[in-house]
């Protein structure tokens, strides 16, 4: 199993520009969520989904779409970038079941994003 | 205002010393989880708690969800700077929804 795989690893985009980020995961897991990380702070959920058809804000979700048409794939579309969005982003997974106490979230290794 | 507040924001240590992380939740948590990351590198998991009063290790890391449900402990003993990183608190406020929050990171230095 790869697990969570995201590319593109690095973008320099120009303000305006738009591009998406592509995030597979091959372990069937129900839950797949976007985050963004700013230097020195916290993760900010972008987006979440259920599975595939659903998907729902998050924190921060201003500025990007998503969409789940397969369980596999969860992509995150910046339509006019600005240097706000300048960040690293990290796309996650996971099989949460209450029931057996499980739900790790489990990471690509994150794309880093430069808006100039 | 954070959902979840981290506390203390940074802290460095003497190897072999023991410290503690704190994360408050403003709501009841469901779910807790803890994770490090290493400075430019992804998140590796530790632990999840979800009953009140439960208490997980892991090497020397331990964490308790405390009886009320809205705050989670990290402990570290006898540091060493492999522990040096950053540990992340993350909350499932809405039992089962799936949305997962996470605080701001607490940054950890271990000085040899």
């Known amino acids: 199993n790869a697990g969570v795989t995201q590319t593109p690893k690095f973008r320099i985009l120009k303000i305006g520009q738009s591009m998406t980020l592509q995030c597979a995961q091959d372990m069937n897991h129900n839950y797949m969520y976007w985050y963004r990380q700013d230097p020195g702070m916290g993760l900010k959920l972008i987006y979440y989904s259920v599975g595939a058809g659903i998907t729902d804000k998050g924190e921060v979700p201003n500025g990007y779409n998503v969409s789940r048409s397969t369980t596999e794939d969860f992509p995150l579309r910046l339509e006019l970038a600005a240097p706000s969005q300048t960040s690293v982003y990290f796309c996650?997974?996971?099989?949460?079941?209450?029931?057996?106490?499980?739900?790790?979230?489990?990471f690509g290794e994150g794309s880093r994003l430069t808006v100039l | 205002s954070q959902e979840l507040e981290q506390s203390p924001q940074s802290l460095i240590v003497q190897e072999g010393k023991n410290l503690t992380i704190n994360c408050t939740s403003s709501?009841?948590?469901?779910?807790l989880y803890w994770y490090k990351q290493k400075y430019g590198e992804g998140l590796i998991f530790l632990m999840m708690l979800q009953k009140g009063g439960e208490e997980k290790s892991h090497e020397k890391i331990t964490a308790k969800l405390d009886e009320k449900k809205q705050q989670s402990s990290l402990h570290i003993t006898a540091s060493q700077p492999s522990h040096a990183g950053i540990y992340l608190c993350g909350a499932d406020h809405s039992g089962n929804t799936g949305k997962l929050i996470f605080g701001q990171g607490t940054t950890l230095q271990v000085k040899p």
């Open positions: 996650a997974s996971s099989h949460l079941n209450t029931e057996m106490n499980t739900g790790e979230l489990f």
């Open positions: 709501k009841t948590l469901y779910g």
